[in-house]
């Protein structure tokens, strides 16, 4: 699509299937349902026994085959979705196929109950008996984990169907409503990807129309925003209580990996770190704003010094590539596929998705980069970002369809290492202090909204979801809960104006992913301390860092990191990420000096 930002790609599925009524399809779905009936009726009942013979090997293997054959089905269903979620056709062909695939799970369910009714002495001789068998040892010990929260397997198949109309549905009527919003900017009808970029414009009266229009729109709407909130956070704290989950993050903990202590060691370090960043920082940017307090709509605001750059398309690949590579020609070739395959979909258009993300969609394929791509330097970063998920995902892949995916807190460690990568070319090209300064502090920024502002979402989080489990929240009761948390975290420079108590609700991940907000500070933390142990000792470093992404999820992070020297229940781990915000902040105040 050629537009006033170059060339911009967008999505060929065909990689996957040729089109959602293809015959390609239509076989593959009849021959998963099929696949999965078999398999249910051939090894239901008889795991112990297959185990005992030293058999198991082949169910895997045929298991693993059927997850990748369903994660190829339902990943193609969802991107031919988002690429315009307003379009009834699409809608109804996701549905379609979310249905017919929770339909066919209910003859796997039994797969993974049966598995921990092994005796673990059993699997131990399989592991040692089987060297292929014992690849999966990693899989099998994250499954040992689920054991105590898994029930009845009439119970987890009642699960599984009611989550078509339930979670499902919920989220379904979130995405297509935030689709379908429409904000007035100086009568001018624009979606929610646009408007928010308005936050970040140069002249206030843009970013305080953007505002108010955000505003108006999501007041219009706010019982539903409640009602929703209100049904997910209960439907969660249903299946918790069934489960028999203490903490209401415990759930994502676990599909994490991560042991909660580390979470919560993470969450007070930062929130011990508010006052000398993100406190300190608005504090100096109201201050060369030339105000007293930064307003809502301040808060993201370019600085006097900040560059117009409108990056074209291909200056921001080559930018990007040209960073990846000068740290690994390797990390540069792998990258390089992306642009020119059809892997990446990026102008912004009517019923689009908002935001970015990267999907992984499945081994035997490849991963796919959405993106809303309108040449800001902040966008140049967003692509870097999720072009290391890619690389990431790429690097995994060859783990299979069971141990390829990363667990959230390490999952995040490519993209921000990319987003690192190309900060740090840019930065070490600024040849002069004005230029370094509007470099530092556009970084410091993104990385206080990375850290500082998703450890807020995730306290936002813990607090409504324990104020719910004591009954059904109102409107205000919500927003006050916002006010709260972004008041602690953004200190007293920042205005909280009237209307800004419901920004809360256009926040997607509090609706599909609850708690998935802190594995972007955690990966942020993560990498500042990577890239000083890199700046360190750049020796070795390089391999070790393949080896981390190959590894996909088929090892703890404490293994993970452990190479580095790094380990995230030191107390002082997460103290050597945050100080390295804290220098840039330093420098920031002494270049400031230096210009004015």
């Known amino acids: 699509m050629n537009n006033q930002f170059g060339n911009l790609p967008q999505w060929d599925l065909s990689d996957l299937y040729p089109s959602p009524n293809s015959k390609e399809f239509e076989t593959d779905l009849k021959k998963a349902q099929a696949d999965a009936k078999l398999f249910e009726e051939k090894y239901k009942g008889n795991l112990a026994n297959i185990t005992q013979q030293n058999k198991l090997i082949e169910v895997i293997a045929l298991f693993e085959k059927l997850s990748d054959l369903i994660g190829r089905i339902g990943s193609f269903a969802y991107l031919n979705y988002v690429l315009n979620t307003a379009d009834p056709e699409r809608v109804k062909f996701l549905g379609d196929t979310q249905e017919a695939l929770t339909s066919l799970s209910s003859h796997t369910i039994f ?3 049966e598995l921990n009714q092994i005796k673990e002495k059993t699997l131990l001789e399989a592991f040692a008996n089987d060297k292929a068998l014992a690849r999966y040892k990693p899989w099998f010990d994250e499954l040992r984990k689920a054991k105590p929260y898994q029930l009845e397997e009439r119970v987890e198949e009642l699960f599984i169907d009611k989550s078509l109309t339930g979670r499902g549905a ?49 007041k219009e709407n706010q019982r539903l925003f409640t009602h ?39 969450q007070t370090a930062v929130q011990k770190a508010y ?73 912004v258009v009517q019923g689009k998705a908002p935001g970015a993300f990267a999907h992984p969609t499945v081994p035997s394929a490849h991963p796919y980069l959405m993106l809303n791509y309108l040449g800001k330097a902040r966008d140049v970063m967003t692509l870097a970002h999720e072009l290391g998920h890619g690389v990431h995902q790429v690097l995994a892949a060859p783990q299979g369809a069971l141990m390829a995916s990363t667990p959230l807190t390490l999952a995040e460690t490519a993209s921000v290492f990319g987003e690192m990568l190309t900060f740090r070319s840019l930065l070490d090209g600024a040849k002069t202090p004005k230029a370094r300064f509007a470099l530092l502090s556009q970084k410091v920024e993104d990385m206080l909204n990375t850290v500082v502002r998703q450890i807020a979402f995730y306290t936002f989080e813990r607090e409504l979801h324990n104020a719910r489990r004591k009954g059904e929240l109102k409107t205000e009761e919500i927003n006050q809960i916002w006010l709260d948390v972004s008041k602690e975290s953004l200190g007293d420079a920042v205005e909280l104006n009237d209307g800004y108590e419901i920004f809360w609700s256009y926040i997607p991940h509090f609706i599909h992913s609850p708690f998935y907000v802190y594995a972007y500070a955690f990966g942020d933390c993560l990498v ?47 103290s050597l990420g945050l100080s390295m915000i804290e220098g840039m902040i330093d420098e920031l105040e002494i270049l400031q000096q230096e210009i004015s």
Not at 171 to 196: C, I, P, Y
Not at 200 to 207: A, F, H, L, M, P
Not at 326 to 337: G, Q, V
């Open 111 to 113: 797969f993974s109950l």
């Open 170 to 218: 919920w989220n379904r009527l979130f995405d297509e409503t935030m689709a379908s919003l429409k904000f007035n900017v100086a009568e001018q009808d624009l979606g929610l990807e646009m408007t928010l970029t308005l936050l970040t414009d140069k002249k206030e009266e843009n970013r305080k129309n953007a505002f108010e229009a955000i505003v108006k729109t999501l």
């Open 228 to 266: 929703i909130s209100n049904v997910l956070a209960k439907d969660k704290e249903i299946s918790d209580r069934w489960r028999k989950f203490e903490d209401v993050a415990d759930s994502r903990h676990l599909a994490n990996s991560v042991e909660r202590e580390v979470v919560d060691a993470l």
């Open 275 to 347: 006052p000398k960043l993100s406190h300190r920082y608005y504090a100096m940017k109201a201050k060369w704003l030339g105000k007293d307090k930064l307003n809502a709509w301040d808060r993201n605001a370019p600085l006097p010094t900040s560059s117009d750059t409108i990056y074209e398309w291909g200056e921001a690949k080559k930018i990007i590539l040209e960073a990846y590579g000068n740290f690994s020609p390797k990390l540069a070739k792998i990258a390089e596929p992306f642009f020119d395959s059809g892997w990446i979909d990026a102008p």
């Open 528 to 574: 500042n301390s990577l890239y000083a142990k890199y700046q360190e000792e750049p020796e070795g470093f390089e391999q070790k860092y393949f080896d981390l992404l190959k590894a996909g999820g088929s090892k703890h992070h404490s293994q993970l990191l452990k190479p580095f020297g790094l380990d995230a229940k030191d107390k002082d781990f997460w």
